[in-house]
């Protein structure tokens, strides 16, 4: 059954596969290893339309992880700013650096698992695609694809071991690496997590889901939970043209990102309401975001008084007109639009 799925599902990506800058086309020489594991970190948890311009501006900026891990936090960090979850950019250079000093990339998946920031998914995905080891490769997609192959009844996030027990059986010695796409690719654009595509599907006749009757209700779900939403308070403090910015603490939310200044609210609570510095201050209208386990509204406030100001601490003046290059991350970035 395994060596039918595989010799099935490759038959279909030859002819399939989603054309994606950072891939090789099916069957030929594995990409350049920066380039998949650059598209890996930037695709947890977020879609290939919104990483497609971001690889193409850090390969155009930085090429090579050579020179990758000789930019500056603060560089990558800015251009980072709008793609979320800022904890990938802060490994990203950690593991660049690890990488120029090894002279490249390791091919072994357990190699790969020890740089910074690399997790069982990413190492076994640059094993594969990059480097042709057999490694079993299991995101969102291919979870997707193997719980409704062998209709695994159990709900997530406990069902997780034997769909890779199961993706383990399915998977080849040779073109691991095409085989892990083509079941990513299978997952996007044919079983989607609504109405999923049968009567496209290559493996329609093999999937115990389909027989089911209720493909969609695989993978089974938890029950969400309610986000809990804080209460924090932004500060837009200009003077002659420019607009005070601080940098938030390298470690936890949002960390090492330029940002306006706030009262300190955090993902476990709402911010005190102090201001940067003494004086009243006029609401300019409140914004929205959700991060992935909380949401925060956020009030902008901006001084009355505006001769001889000066805040707080450490920060720099940004000029106003050039806001858009300070790489704010995207809360702040509303923030600022409000302000504006």
Same mark, same amino acid.
């Given at each position: 059954?395994?060596?039918?799925?595989?010799?099935?599902?490759?038959?279909?990506?030859?002819?399939?596969?989603?054309?994606?800058?950072?891939?090789?086309?099916?069957?030929?020489?594995?990409?350049?290893?920066?380039?998949?594991?650059?598209?890996?970190?930037?695709?947890?948890?977020?879609?290939?339309?919104?990483?497609?311009?971001?690889?193409?501006?850090?390969?155009?900026?930085?090429?090579?992880?050579?020179?990758?891990?000789?930019?500056?936090?603060?560089?990558?960090?800015?251009?980072?700013?709008?793609?979320?979850?800022?904890?990938?950019?802060?490994?990203?250079?950690?593991?660049?650096?690890?990488?120029?000093?090894?002279?490249?990339?390791?091919?072994?998946?357990?190699?790969?698992?020890?740089?910074?920031?690399?997790?069982?998914?990413?190492?076994?995905?640059?094993?594969?695609?990059?480097?042709?080891?057999?490694?079993?490769?299991?995101?969102?997609?291919?979870?997707?694809?193997?719980?409704?192959?062998?209709?695994?009844?159990?709900?997530?996030?406990?069902?997780?071991?034997?769909?890779?027990?199961?993706?383990?059986?399915?998977?080849?010695?040779?073109?691991?690496?095409?085989?892990?796409?083509?079941?990513?690719?299978?997952?996007?654009?044919?079983?989607? +997590?609504?109405? $999923?595509?049968?009567?496209?599907? *290559?493996? !329609?006749?093999?999937? /115990?889901?389909?027989?089911?009757? %209720?493909? &969609?209700?695989? +993978?089974?779900? $938890?029950?969400?939970?309610?986000? *809990?939403? !804080?209460?924090?308070? /932004?500060?837009?403090?200009?003077? %002659?043209? &420019?607009?005070?910015?601080?940098?938030?603490?390298?470690?936890?939310?949002?960390?090492?990102?330029?940002?306006?200044?706030?009262?300190?609210?955090?993902?476990?609570?709402?911010?005190?309401?102090?201001?940067?510095?003494?004086?009243?201050?006029?609401?300019?209208?409140?914004?929205?975001?959700?991060?992935?386990?909380?949401?925060?509204?956020?009030?902008?406030?901006?001084?009355?008084?505006?001769?001889?100001?000066?805040?707080?601490?450490?920060?720099?003046?940004?000029?106003?007109?050039?806001?858009?290059?300070?790489?704010?991350?995207?809360?702040?970035?509303?923030?600022?639009?409000?302000?504006?």
């Amino acid at each position: 059954m395994s060596a039918s799925i595989s010799d099935i599902l490759l038959d279909w990506y030859a002819s399939h596969a989603r054309s994606l800058p950072w891939r090789a086309p099916p069957g030929t020489p594995a990409p350049d290893p920066y380039r998949v594991w650059l598209s890996e970190v930037m695709l947890q948890q977020t879609t290939v339309q919104a990483v497609k311009p971001y690889f193409a501006a850090f390969i155009e900026r930085w090429p090579t992880v050579a020179a990758l891990a000789a930019a500056s936090d603060e560089d990558v960090m800015a251009a980072w700013a709008g793609l979320g979850y800022y904890s990938r950019a802060r490994n990203l250079v950690a593991c660049a650096r690890a990488v120029a000093e090894m002279g490249g990339f390791p091919d072994m998946e357990s190699e790969l698992r020890a740089l910074p920031g690399v997790g069982d998914y990413t190492a076994a995905a640059v094993a594969a695609i990059a480097f042709g080891r057999r490694a079993v490769v299991v995101d969102a997609n291919v979870e997707r694809v193997v719980a409704r192959l062998f209709a695994l009844g159990d709900p997530l996030p406990g069902v997780r071991k034997a769909i890779r027990e199961k993706a383990d059986t399915i998977t080849p010695a040779e073109r691991a690496g095409d085989f892990a796409q083509a079941m990513m690719d299978l997952g996007a654009t044919i079983c989607t +997590p609504r109405d $999923p595509k049968c009567l496209l599907c *290559p493996l !329609r006749d093999m999937c /115990a889901a389909r027989a089911s009757g %209720d493909p &969609a209700r695989f +993978p089974v779900k $938890p029950p969400k939970k309610a986000k *809990p939403v !804080r209460q924090g308070r /932004a500060y837009w403090i200009e003077r %002659d043209g &420019a607009v005070w910015l601080v940098r938030r603490e390298g470690r936890g939310m949002l960390g090492g990102m330029r940002a306006l200044p706030d009262d300190g609210w955090s993902a476990r609570g709402d911010g005190s309401g102090d201001p940067p510095l003494d004086g009243r201050f006029e609401s300019l209208g409140l914004v929205r975001h959700a991060f992935t386990h909380f949401a925060i509204e956020l009030a902008v406030l901006r001084p009355v008084e505006t001769d001889c100001i000066q805040p707080d601490g450490e920060g720099q003046w940004w000029p106003i007109a050039d806001i858009d290059e300070a790489g704010l991350p995207t809360l702040f970035a509303k923030a600022a639009r409000l302000a504006l």
